[in-house]
């Protein structure tokens, strides 16, 4: 269920099994990348399993970036003490100011959220108006059909009494009038409100911009089935996740591999397995290796796209398209069959 036969801890080898025919066994994982990307950046690795997204310093030049404090300076026997102190005291003065680029940006989450609740606010507000409007709006109908039956019945009325329904009849016109015009008036009240929450919004700073990629490989032939995107990137949620398994899924499926992640052990995930009656796999803790080919995946998914460039989550899905294509078409060595592609094994095996 994971990589090829590899050297066990004891020296010896590890025996690995993989599915016999194709479609029998999946295995699955989830990767993220960064919503744009120009191929002078190397790829960061990002890791999800937690439910947070943990990513790989980069420096400025997109290399890896080694751990480092201000107090390595003293590492340095090339320079005296007063000058070794005066850098300790330089680099110091830039973890501070990276302390408050956090603050910044957990200032811009706090803005948003602040108006993603003023947002609410005024939601509810206007259907609390609407209910009422519809209240009067109802009532009115009500007043309009009794005038008409009034108007239309035999003069029985004195002289006098109707002039005075004629007039408490202007009298409620005028009002109902007045009523339309303080609606218009609220109406675009409400309008300008909206507008000017969206264009603070629209202002904001991004503080998140990575895009979340499930990858489900066929454990026999190594074909990837599919690349589901999700922008929502580190808020991508087991719902969508099972959502898009859903449409992939093969019907002859027994077995499913994936890591032990909160997107995998959450309870949709355990009602989808009962649902399209498959055995879900989880791995053991701190043994990648069990789920070796969606790793190993991730791996060349990754190297592709290294030296590729996007702007938009709609050009990302267009070299994900191309990557699963090239994939699917090209040698693998890790096969049953070793030199042909995952397509033509697949087809050869059907074929048997």
Not at 260 to 281: C, M, P, Q, S, Y
Not at 292 to 317: C, M, N, Y
Request: glycine content about 4%; some cysteine; hydrophobic content about 35%.
């Amino acid at each position: 269920m994971g990589r090829a036969d590899r050297a066990s801890e004891k020296g010896g080898e590890e025996s690995v099994r993989y599915a016999e025919p194709p479609d029998q066994t999946l295995n699955v994982d989830l990767c993220f990348v960064p919503a744009m990307h120009t191929e002078e950046r190397k790829l960061p690795a990002v890791s999800g399993s937690s439910g947070r997204l943990v990513i790989e310093r980069l420096s400025e030049d997109g290399e890896r970036e080694e751990a480092d404090w201000p107090g390595r300076v003293f590492e340095d026997e090339n320079l005296d003490y007063a000058e070794a102190m005066q850098e300790f005291v330089r680099r110091s003065q830039k973890v501070g100011t990276e302390a408050e680029e956090d603050v910044e940006n957990a200032s811009v989450k706090a803005q948003k959220r602040a108006l993603r609740q003023e947002e609410d606010e005024l939601r509810t507000q206007r259907r609390v108006i609407r209910q009422q409007r519809t209240q009067e709006d109802a009532a009115w109908k009500g007043l309009r059909e009794q005038h008409k039956q009034e108007k239309g019945a035999p003069a029985k009325l004195p002289p006098a009494e109707r002039q005075a329904q004629a007039a408490h009849w202007r009298q409620l016109r005028y009002q109902r009038r007045a009523t339309l015009r303080q609606r218009e008036q609220e109406d675009e009240l409400w309008r300008e409100k909206r507008r000017s929450i969206r264009a603070r919004q629209s202002q904001l700073p991004l503080v998140t911009a990575w895009i979340a990629i499930l990858v489900i490989t066929d454990n026999c032939t190594r074909q990837c089935l599919g690349l589901p995107l999700f922008i929502a990137g580190a808020k991508v949620t087991v719902e969508m996740i099972v959502e898009a398994l859903r449409v992939l899924l093969p019907p002859e499926l027994q077995f499913l591999i994936s890591d032990r992640g909160t997107h995998f052990t959450a309870n949709a995930f355990k009602i989808l397995a009962k649902e399209a009656d498959f055995i879900h796999v989880l791995i053991a803790r701190h043994r990648p290796q069990s789920n070796g080919i969606a790793e190993r995946f991730v791996q060349t998914l990754k190297v592709w796209l290294r030296d590729k460039s996007w702007q938009t989550d709609e050009e990302l899905s267009l070299l994900l398209a191309q990557f699963l294509a090239e994939y699917n078409d090209r040698p693998h060595q890790g096969l049953p069959l070793p030199g042909l592609s995952p397509n033509e094994v697949a087809k050869r095996i059907w074929l048997m």
